[in-house]
T-cell receptor
Framework: DTGVSQDPRHKITKRGQNVTFRCDPI?????LYWYRQTLGQGPEFLTY????????KSRLLSDRFSAERPKGSFSTLEIQRTEQGDSAMYLC?????????FGPGTRLTVL | QKEVEQNSGPLSVPEGAIASLNCTYS??????FFWYRQYSGKSPELIMF??SNGDKEDGRFTAQLNKASQYVSLLIRDSQPSDSATYLC????????????WGAGTKLIIKP
């Protein structure tokens, strides 16, 4: 399968714990995006990378969120001190230029 | 605040009919327009994109763009029950910004 992959697919954690998600983009895609989506809403932009450079981060994103793409290939998204409001689907997308292709997402539940 | 607006629905269409989904956007400088399909509990799947005014056809799908009126639409011909999903409209602002602005989606129900 040469599509975008994400791991884990589901994560249940207790409030205050840290979580980390991984995204493996389509290999020749140099752009990688992270989104968050809640029920009944469109994807909410979090951040994006061109190769290893993080070019933009949403102003809505608190300091508890951080993302890396150390070698311009896979990326990780970490949420520190999780809150119940962080419960959502976290989506990763990769892009060769204009169109974005999504992975299956990681569903986070914070108890 | 740049916005993309969609009617949340649900839009109910009989099987075999044409489903028409609409999207308006606020930024007149927007350049690229995308339609994604999202089944419940799944991630968005790209089905169409359009960059120029007019129509673009791909199988049963036609995207229509009118930049003067700032709307983009998606037509689905010969609707099938498997087309039942939420359809998300996304707009890219300009050549220097690769972010997409997303609508909240329209839920489409195809009734057999």
């Amino acid at each position: 399968d040469t599509g975008v992959s994400q791991d884990p697919r589901h994560k249940i954690t207790k409030r205050g714990q840290n979580v980390t998600f991984r995204c493996d983009p389509i290999s020749e895609h140099n752009r990688l995006y992270w989104y968050r989506q809640t029920l009944g809403q469109g994807p909410e932009f979090l951040t994006y990378f061109q190769n290893e450079a993080q070019l933009e981060k949403s102003r809505l994103l608190s300091d508890r969120f951080s993302a890396e793409r150390p070698k311009g290939s896979f990326s990780t998204l970490e949420i520190q001190r999780t809150e119940q409001g962080d419960s959502a689907m976290y989506l990763c997308a990769s892009s060769p230029s204009n169109e974005q292709f999504f992975g299956p997402g990681t569903r986070l539940t914070v108890l | 605040q740049k916005e993309v607006e969609q009617n949340s629905g649900p839009l109910s269409v009989p099987e075999g009919a044409i489903a028409s989904l609409n999207c308006t956007y606020s930024d007149r400088g927007s350049q690229s327009f995308f339609w994604y399909r999202q089944y419940s509990g799944k991630s968005p799947e790209l089905i169409m994109f359009i960059y120029s005014n007019g129509d673009k056809e791909d199988g049963r799908f036609t995207a229509q763009l009118n930049k003067a009126s700032q709307y983009v639409s998606l037509l689905i011909r010969d609707s099938q029950p498997s087309d039942s999903a939420t359809y998300l409209c996304a707009v890219r602002e300009d050549d220097s910004n690769y972010q997409l602005i997303w609508g909240a989606g329209t839920k489409l129900i195809i009734k057999p």
